[in-house]
């Protein structure tokens, strides 16, 4: 594995190679970025991964500063599962001043969590489209979980006509059902428990559709019930162009909830 800092030497490596595979992350990698790696290794003939806390998608009052890090351990990590180059820039060398800027589209990128995160998928998608560039992957692997993250990217491939595969790959759980996040790593006993309850609700929701409950109020009705007293900040059941549905379709559905557990933001979602 290399492990490369300057971007115009990733873009003069990958020049050469025309079956990448890319995984963007922003590092305290995890089961779910494992998962992601492993289908790209699969299926390309190189697998590039970025790590890069990229400070334009945190909004002030956030986490940008206290973001986890564990480098040591993720180079350990992206060696031993053959990862063939490693690109971990700083971000004087990613961004210059004055610079112009993709815009994500409000009506769909300032509601859910863009709602209380305005502007934060402006910083996805800049970052996205640069590392795109540098990288030009024939395939990039993102997770379902960040449902929201990866239909805007996917958007704006073909928005801009882009020669990249957007793979979305299924959310990877604990063994007690909670999604696999970085930020789990803030999560005390109490907090794990809350963070079950709502994995639990999609669940429950999910076996609610397949007995034959399709209105969405209903559904959203009973997940509310089981996370009442928590401090939710939505739960919603879209398509995937981000229309609300008033009755669920089997493939065409995502249930999404959002909580705050000690002022973090924790997203989970159910793809029907
Ligand atoms: O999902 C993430 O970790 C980030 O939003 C991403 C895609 C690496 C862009 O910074």
Request: charged share 25%.
């Amino acid at each position: 594995m290399i492990i490369i800092e300057n971007p115009i030497e990733l873009f003069n490596i990958c020049k050469k190679e025309n079956s990448k595979g890319f995984v963007p992350t922003m590092g305290a990698i995890h089961k779910g970025h494992i998962s992601l790696i492993k289908e790209s290794i699969q299926n390309n003939k190189i697998t590039i991964v970025s790590i890069f806390i990229n400070p334009t998608q945190f909004l002030e009052n956030e986490d940008f500063g206290q973001y986890p890090q564990k480098k040591d351990d993720d180079i350990d990590i992206c060696k031993k599962e053959n990862v063939d180059i490693l690109f971990m820039p700083l971000a004087d060398s990613i961004y210059g001043i004055n610079e112009p800027k993709v815009q994500a589209n409000s009506i769909t990128s300032y509601i859910l969590d863009g709602f209380k995160r305005p502007s934060h998928f402006d910083g996805v998608l800049n970052v996205l489209l640069k590392l795109f560039n540098l990288i030009k992957p024939q395939n990039a692997y993102f997770g379902k979980k960040d449902a929201q993250q990866v239909l805007l990217v996917d958007k704006m491939v073909k928005s801009f006509f882009m020669d990249i595969n957007i793979i979305k790959c299924e959310t990877i759980r604990e063994d007690n059902g909670i999604a696999m996040s970085s930020r789990n790593i803030y999560l005390d006993d109490i907090s794990t428990k809350d963070l079950i309850k709502v994995s639990q609700s999609l669940f429950d929701a999910k076996a609610f559709i397949l007995k034959g409950e399709l209105k969405s109020e209903n559904i959203i009705n009973i997940i509310k019930e089981n996370i009442k007293s928590m401090d939710v900040n939505y739960v919603h059941i879209i398509d995937k162009a981000f229309k609300k549905c008033n009755y669920v379709r089997i493939s065409n559905n995502i249930i999404l909830i959002s909580v705050n557990i000690k002022k973090i933001n924790y997203i989970d979602n159910i793809w029907i």
